[in-house]
Structure formats: C-alpha cells, structure tokens
C-alpha cells in the first residue's frame, strides 16, 4: 500500500517554491558569489539547514509560521490556518502542523518530490522552483508596475480609494490569468530569455505616445467577453510575490517592516525555540538592537520597487546557474 501524503498538490509544490524562492533571494542578496553545484547545495542547506543545527531552515519556517512568513496564517485555537487569501480555494481550510498530520502543511509537504512518492527533493529541483519563482514574478511585476494599485503605492503607502491588499492580490491573478497564453510561452524559457522577453514587451508599450497603462476600475471589467478566471487560479511563485513583491501585506507595511520582510537577518535565519511566541520575541529583541544601532540612512533602506527583484542583480553578478 502506498503511503500517499494526502494534501493539494499544485498547493503543496507552490508552498514548495515560496521557502525556496527564500533560499534563492537569501544567496543573492548576501554578496556571495557562487553558481553551479555550488549553488545548489547552497540552496538545498537553507531551505533545509541540515548543515546547521542551531538554524530552522526556510522550509520549517514556513510550516511554523515564523519569520518572513508569518503572514501566511491566522492562529485560530492555537493552531494556524492558511489564509484563503493565499491558497484561493475557497471554503477550503489549510492547517499548518509541524507533527506532520496527514492533510496539513508539514515537513512532508514541503520535502517530498511528490504526493505519492516522499522522496526528499533534490537540490537542483529546489534551484528550478526558486527560479520559476522568480521568472513569474517578473511578468506580475512588469503588469503590476503598470497599474494605478503600484503608481498610489509608491506615493502614498496607501491603496487607490477604496481598495485594499485583498483587492491588490485579486487585481494581480486576474491580470495574469489574462496573461495565461503569455505565461504557457514564458513556461518553457530559462529565467535569463524570460527576462529579456518581458523587457522587450516592455519597451514596445512605451513606444508613441506613452506606456500602456492596465486598467483596474470596475467599469473596465464590464459586458468582458473574455474567460471569466477561476476562484482558484493562481500562477507560479504567486505567494511569494504578493508577499515579498512591491505592495506588501498589511502585516509588513511601513517601512521598517517592510525592509526587514525582505533584508533583515532575523528572517534569514530564525533561531530554533519552543513555540512560536518565543520565536517573536526573538526577533523582537533584534529589531529593536538593529533600530537603536542603525543610522539614519540605514533606517530608510532601499527604495520599495527594488525590494522584491533583487535578484536581477545575480545576473551582473555571475549568480545564475551555469
């Protein structure tokens, strides 16, 4: 008898690239230069820290709700539920238990190849989900940088009147739900022709009078003769954009937050304790050290457009696989 896991597939291997995007933006940001197997075990030590003990990798993070991902979840009971928000299966309730209970996000989920076969996953898996990741995230980028929701943001920490994170976060899957025939395309490329894919798109809207703007008013979406989008289509590296990319969840806003969401040690490497209380207070503590240490340039950190693609750095860098 087969000792399936029993779970959602395309939800586990979504779960599966959000903590190794974690790894993937971990490397890149850290001013390390390394490529090729190298890079691999890189990832498969953060995303599993096997190496050192004294540190919960970011796949184990992700299960307990620590970290940078402690917005995935709303404690109910003293247990955590995924929000629907993330998962979008509505009606549907994802619990989080480290005890590895069948049907929940446990160490199962997040280290098997696959629900019916629990080999653990290999590092160059781990490699291609964290760039998958990454090469999605770019076109939600490129759509999102477009709309009136990021052009508000940018100047004012706010949403457009009478929006909010929800709407955001549904504003961004419709718009790659359009983008479904562009997405299939850009499927089959490396991250590298992906990129220059989507700037080439880019550049061609900005040509004659001025750049295409997406537009995300009710009235748009009026008598559309177009596929309506599912209430549970998502695409690749969805979580981690909405919760790492330009517009942050509630949880992360302002800025010190929203820098640390993306920069700051303590969520790069959580120390190992009981319970996720302990956890907090942790991080707490440090937050506190690096705001009393950190000088006023330090404190604004790097413009928010720059925070979530940090990545295309690695290019210049020599960062990418080889």
């Excluded at 919960?56 to 991902?69: D, N, P, R």
């Excluded at 696959?114 to 090469?135: D, F, G, P, W």
């Excluded at 008598?223 to 979580?239: A, H, L």
């Excluded at 950190?294 to 690695?314: D, H, M, V, Y």
Aim: hydrophobic share 35%.
């Amino acid at each position: 008898m087969t000792d399936n896991i029993k779970f959602h597939g395309p939800l586990m291997k979504e779960l599966q690239r959000c903590a190794a995007f974690r790894a993937y933006e971990h490397i890149m940001s850290s001013g390390t230069t390394v490529g090729g197997s190298d890079l691999e075990e890189a990832h498969l030590n953060l995303y599993f820290s096997d190496v050192d003990e004294d540190h919960v990798g970011f796949a184990e993070q992700l299960v307990k709700g620590t970290g940078m991902f402690n917005a995935l979840y709303n404690e109910i009971n003293g247990e955590l539920v995924m929000k629907e928000l993330y998962h979008c299966l509505p009606g549907k309730k994802i619990y989080s238990n480290a005890s590895n209970t069948q049907g929940a996000i446990n160490m199962a989920v997040m280290s098997s190849k696959n629900l019916s076969n629990r080999v653990k996953l290999k590092k160059r898996v781990i490699v291609t989900m964290a760039k998958e990741t990454l090469k999605f995230g770019k076109k939600a980028l490129a759509i999102v940088k477009r709309s009136d929701y990021y052009r508000t943001y940018m100047a004012t920490s706010s949403f457009p009147s009478g929006k909010n994170y929800e709407d955001y976060c549904h504003f961004v899957r419709e718009e790659m739900f359009k983008a479904r025939e562009d997405l299939a395309k850009l499927d089959k490329l490396n991250p590298e022709e992906a990129e220059r894919v989507i700037n080439r798109e880019a550049e061609a809207e900005t040509e004659g009078e001025g750049a295409y703007d997406v537009d995300d008013s009710a009235e748009a979406h009026i008598n559309e003769e177009e596929e309506k989008m599912p209430d549970n289509f998502t695409f690749k590296g969805y979580i981690a954009f909405v919760l790492w990319g330009p517009i942050p969840p509630p949880e992360y806003a302002g800025n010190d937050d929203f820098m640390a969401t993306a920069y700051a040690a303590k969520y790069r490497k959580t120390l190992k304790a009981d319970g996720r209380a302990a956890a907090r207070v942790s991080e707490e503590r440090e937050a506190a050290k690096e705001r009393s240490q950190a000088t006023s340039t330090q404190a604004r950190g790097i413009p928010k457009e720059e925070l979530f693609f940090q990545c295309q750095i690695a290019a210049h860098r020599g960062w990418q696989q080889k």
